[in-house]
C-alpha cells in the first residue's frame, strides 16, 4: 500500500493498525530548534481520545505518544521525528464473525478488491484509529507555529448534527470545550444529548458538519494554479474518515448569490487592506487573503451499527450483517481535533514553502 504521506516540505508518513501493536508517525521536515516534548502533543491526543465520555466509543486508550528521534534536549533537530502511541485495549474478537463479511458502509470490500487481502480486526489501516498518528504529528505543527506565528489560532467546532443544526446567533466558540460535542451552541449541544441517546436506543448512527475557522493567518501562503491553499485544505479534511464532503467560506451556498453579493469589497485601513465580508473564506486564488481561513465538512453517519444490514461474504453468499463493537454513534465529534491537526500540518507547510519561494517578502500596497 502507497501514498500514506502528506505534506510537501513539512512531510507526515503515519503507519499501524487499528488492532496492531501500535501506529504512528514519522514527520520529515519540521525546522530545528522548536520547543518540543512528549507533554506539548499529548494535550492534542487527550482531545481525541476515545472513551471519555458516553457519546463516543467506550474503547480505552490511553493514546500516550513516545517521540523516539528527532529531538535533543528537549528541542527538534530538523531531522525526522519518530512517534509512536501503543494500542493498549484492542478486542479483536470483536470481529471474528465478519472476516469473510464485508461490512455495508466500510473499505472491507474495496480493500479486498484492491489487494486481495484486509485486515478485518477494526478496519485495519482503513479504521479510524489511524488519525491518532495525525492528531500526534498535528502537535508537532501546532508547536512550530506557535514559534512562528504565534497569533495564528485553528479552532474547530461541530454546527450540525443530523437534521439539526446549532443557532448562529448563539455561537460562541468559548463554548466549544464546555461539551461533549464541541459544540459552539451550548443549548444545541444538549438537545444533541437526547438525540444520540434515542439513536443510541435505537442501533443507529448519525452524520455531521464540522466548521474550522482559522484566525491570524498571515497573507500570501498558497500559490497557483496547482499548489493553492484551500486545494491543500481541501484535501487534508477529505482524508479523514468518513468526509464526504468540502466547502470553503461559502462553498456550496455560493451556487445561489450573485456576483455583488458575493465579491468581498475592499477597503484601505490603516495597517493596510481590508474587507467588508468573507465569502471567500479567506483565501483567494489560492492564496490566503490574511483573513480568517473558514471551511466545513460533512461527516458521514458511523457505518458500524447493530442494525442488521445486507451484504456478501467473500464466496459471493448473500448474509445479514451486525456489526458488534465499540463504536461512535457519531464520529464528527472525534472528528473536530483531527482536523484541527490536519489543518495545522497544512498550514506550515504552506508556511514553509513561502518561505522558500519568497523569503517573506511581499507586495506593497499604498
Not at 474547530?156 to 470545550?177: F, H, K, N, S
Request: aromatic share 4%; with cysteine; charged share 25%.
Amino acid at each position: 500500500m502507497s501514498f500514506n504521506t502528506y505534506g510537501h516540505l513539512f512531510r507526515v508518513t503515519t503507519w499501524g493498525e487499528s488492532h496492531g501493536p501500535a501506529l504512528g508517525a514519522t514527520v520529515d521536515g519540521c525546522p530545528p530548534g522548536i520547543a518540543l516534548t512528549e507533554a506539548d502533543i499529548q494535550p492534542w491526543l487527550d482531545r481525541r481520545r476515545p472513551g471519555q465520555n458516553r457519546n463516543t466509543t467506550q474503547r480505552q486508550e490511553a493514546d500516550q505518544v513516545e517521540i523516539l528521534s528527532g529531538t535533543f534536549e528537549g528541542r527538534t533537530t530538523g531531522t525526522p521525528i519518530q512517534l509512536m502511541i501503543r494500542n493498549t485495549d484492542q478486542r479483536s474478537k470483536d470481529y471474528g464473525e465478519i472476516a469473510r463479511t464485508f461490512r455495508p458502509g466500510h473499505a472491507d470490500i474495496t480493500y479486498h478488491l484492491k489487494y486481495g487481502i484486509r485486515d478485518y480486526r477494526g478496519g485495519g489501516r482503513s479504521s479510524a484509529r489511524e488519525t491518532a498518528a495525525r492528531v500526534a504529528a498535528g502537535g508537532v505543527a501546532r508547536a512550530a507555529l506557535a514559534a512562528l506565528v504565534p497569533d495564528l489560532a485553528i479552532t474547530g467546532y461541530m454546527v450540525q448534527m443530523g437534521p439539526r443544526a446549532i443557532d448562529r446567533a448563539r455561537l460562541d466558540l468559548a463554548e466549544v470545550p464546555r461539551n461533549d460535542f464541541w459544540c459552539p451552541d451550548a443549548e444545541t449541544a444538549k438537545l444533541w444529548e437526547d438525540d444520540l441517546l434515542a439513536l443510541r436506543k435505537d442501533h443507529d448512527s448519525v452524520g455531521a458538519m464540522i466548521e474550522l475557522t482559522i484566525s491570524g493567518t498571515p497573507p500570501g501562503l498558497g500559490a497557483p494554479v496547482y499548489g493553492k491553499l484551500d486545494t491543500d485544505l481541501a484535501a487534508a479534511m477529505m482524508s479523514i474518515n468518513a468526509v464526504k464532503g468540502v466547502e470553503i467560506g461559502e462553498g456550496m451556498a455560493a451556487a445561489a448569490l450573485t456576483g455583488r453579493a458575493n465579491a468581498d469589497e475592499i477597503v484601505m485601513g490603516e495597517d493596510g487592506p481590508g474587507y467588508l465580508s468573507n465569502h471567500a473564506g479567506g483565501i483567494l486564488g489560492g492564496i490566503s487573503t490574511g483573513q480568517d481561513i473558514v471551511l466545513r465538512f460533512a461527516v458521514k453517519p458511523t457505518s458500524s451499527i447493530l442494525s442488521p444490514r445486507r451484504s456478501i461474504t467473500t464466496d459471493g453468499e448473500p448474509t445479514e450483517v451486525v456489526t458488534k463493537g465499540r463504536h461512535d454513534p457519531c464520529v464528527g465529534i472525534r472528528a473536530v481535533p483531527v482536523a484541527e491537526a490536519m489543518a495545522a500540518s497544512v498550514i506550515l507547510d504552506h508556511l514553509l514553502l513561502d518561505r522558500g519561494q519568497t523569503g517573506g517578502v511581499r507586495g506593497r500596497i499604498g
